[in-house]
Nanobody, 117 residues
Framework: QVQLVESGGGLVQPGGSLRLSCAVSGKIFSIYAMDWYRQAPGKQRELVARITSEGTTDYADSMKGRVSISRDNAKNTIYFQMNSLKTEDTAVYYC???????????WGQGTQVTDSS
Protein backbone atom coordinates (compact mmCIF):
# COMPACT_ATOMS: atom_id res chain seq x y z
CA GLN A 1 0.00 0.00 0.00
CA VAL A 2 1.00 3.59 -0.64
CA GLN A 3 0.02 6.53 1.58
CA LEU A 4 -0.11 10.11 0.32
CA VAL A 5 -0.37 13.32 2.34
CA GLU A 6 -0.81 16.65 0.53
CA SER A 7 0.00 20.06 1.99
CA GLY A 8 0.64 23.62 0.89
CA GLY A 9 -2.82 24.77 -0.10
CA GLY A 10 -4.33 28.04 1.04
CA LEU A 11 -5.65 31.44 0.03
CA VAL A 12 -3.91 33.13 -2.84
CA GLN A 13 -4.56 36.29 -4.85
CA PRO A 14 -4.86 36.09 -8.64
CA GLY A 15 -1.39 36.22 -10.09
CA GLY A 16 0.12 34.66 -7.00
CA SER A 17 2.00 31.42 -6.52
CA LEU A 18 1.72 28.32 -4.38
CA ARG A 19 3.74 25.14 -4.06
CA LEU A 20 1.85 22.02 -3.12
CA SER A 21 3.60 19.03 -1.63
CA CYS A 22 2.68 15.34 -1.59
CA ALA A 23 4.57 13.17 0.87
CA VAL A 24 4.70 9.53 -0.21
CA SER A 25 5.20 6.50 2.03
CA GLY A 26 4.71 2.75 1.79
CA LYS A 27 5.47 0.60 -1.27
CA ILE A 28 7.14 3.42 -3.20
CA PHE A 29 9.00 0.95 -5.45
CA SER A 30 5.69 -0.02 -7.06
CA ILE A 31 4.89 3.53 -8.29
CA TYR A 32 5.40 4.21 -12.00
CA ALA A 33 3.81 7.65 -12.16
CA MET A 34 2.51 10.37 -9.85
CA ASP A 35 -0.34 12.69 -10.79
CA TRP A 36 -1.84 15.91 -9.54
CA TYR A 37 -5.59 16.25 -10.03
CA ARG A 38 -7.95 19.03 -9.09
CA GLN A 39 -11.67 19.24 -8.49
CA ALA A 40 -13.45 22.58 -8.60
CA PRO A 41 -16.90 23.05 -7.06
CA GLY A 42 -19.55 21.41 -9.22
CA LYS A 43 -17.01 19.98 -11.64
CA GLN A 44 -15.41 16.61 -12.25
CA ARG A 45 -11.96 15.83 -10.99
CA GLU A 46 -9.41 16.51 -13.73
CA LEU A 47 -5.80 15.52 -14.30
CA VAL A 48 -3.50 18.55 -14.36
CA ALA A 49 0.02 17.13 -14.18
CA ARG A 50 1.96 13.88 -14.26
CA ILE A 51 5.53 12.84 -13.58
CA THR A 52 6.73 9.33 -14.38
CA SER A 53 9.35 7.30 -12.55
CA GLU A 54 11.75 8.24 -15.40
CA GLY A 55 11.07 11.94 -14.80
CA THR A 56 8.91 12.60 -17.84
CA THR A 57 6.34 15.31 -17.18
CA ASP A 58 3.06 16.28 -18.80
CA TYR A 59 0.53 19.02 -18.11
CA ALA A 60 -3.07 19.87 -18.85
CA ASP A 61 -3.47 22.59 -21.45
CA SER A 62 -5.36 24.72 -18.92
CA MET A 63 -2.26 24.99 -16.73
CA LYS A 64 0.63 24.49 -19.16
CA GLY A 65 3.24 27.22 -18.88
CA ARG A 66 2.13 28.19 -15.37
CA VAL A 67 2.90 25.03 -13.42
CA SER A 68 5.67 22.57 -12.80
CA ILE A 69 5.65 19.10 -11.26
CA SER A 70 8.82 17.79 -9.68
CA ARG A 71 10.03 15.28 -7.15
CA ASP A 72 12.63 14.95 -4.43
CA ASN A 73 13.52 11.27 -4.21
CA ALA A 74 15.49 11.75 -1.01
CA LYS A 75 12.40 13.15 0.69
CA ASN A 76 9.87 10.90 -1.10
CA THR A 77 7.93 14.01 -1.97
CA ILE A 78 6.23 15.28 -5.12
CA TYR A 79 5.81 19.02 -5.64
CA PHE A 80 3.41 21.05 -7.72
CA GLN A 81 4.51 24.63 -8.29
CA MET A 82 1.70 26.89 -9.49
CA ASN A 83 2.35 30.43 -10.74
CA SER A 84 0.18 33.18 -12.19
CA LEU A 85 -2.80 31.67 -10.44
CA LYS A 86 -6.25 32.46 -11.76
CA THR A 87 -9.64 32.53 -10.09
CA GLU A 88 -10.57 29.41 -12.02
CA ASP A 89 -7.70 27.53 -10.39
CA THR A 90 -9.71 27.44 -7.15
CA ALA A 91 -10.17 23.75 -6.39
CA VAL A 92 -9.20 20.91 -4.12
CA TYR A 93 -5.90 19.50 -5.37
CA TYR A 94 -5.17 15.79 -4.98
CA CYS A 95 -2.10 13.72 -5.62
CA UNK A 96 -2.44 10.20 -6.93
CA UNK A 97 0.03 7.35 -7.08
CA UNK A 98 -0.19 4.93 -10.00
CA UNK A 99 1.19 1.52 -9.18
CA UNK A 100 1.98 -1.63 -11.07
CA UNK A 101 0.51 -3.81 -8.34
CA UNK A 102 -2.84 -3.99 -6.61
CA UNK A 103 -4.59 -1.77 -5.64
CA UNK A 104 -3.03 -0.01 -8.69
CA UNK A 105 -3.65 3.54 -7.44
CA UNK A 106 -3.86 5.53 -4.22
CA TRP A 107 -5.19 9.03 -3.50
CA GLY A 108 -4.28 11.63 -0.96
CA GLN A 109 -6.88 13.51 1.07
CA GLY A 110 -6.58 16.72 -0.94
CA THR A 111 -5.54 20.29 -0.19
CA GLN A 112 -7.70 23.35 -0.87
CA VAL A 113 -6.51 26.21 -3.07
CA THR A 114 -8.79 29.26 -2.95
CA ASP A 115 -8.81 32.62 -4.69
CA SER A 116 -8.65 35.23 -1.93
CA SER A 117 -9.98 38.15 -3.99
Amino acid sequence: QVQLVESGGGLVQPGGSLRLSCAVSGKIFSIYAMDWYRQAPGKQRELVARITSEGTTDYADSMKGRVSISRDNAKNTIYFQMNSLKTEDTAVYYCKANMGVSPFYSWGQGTQVTDSS
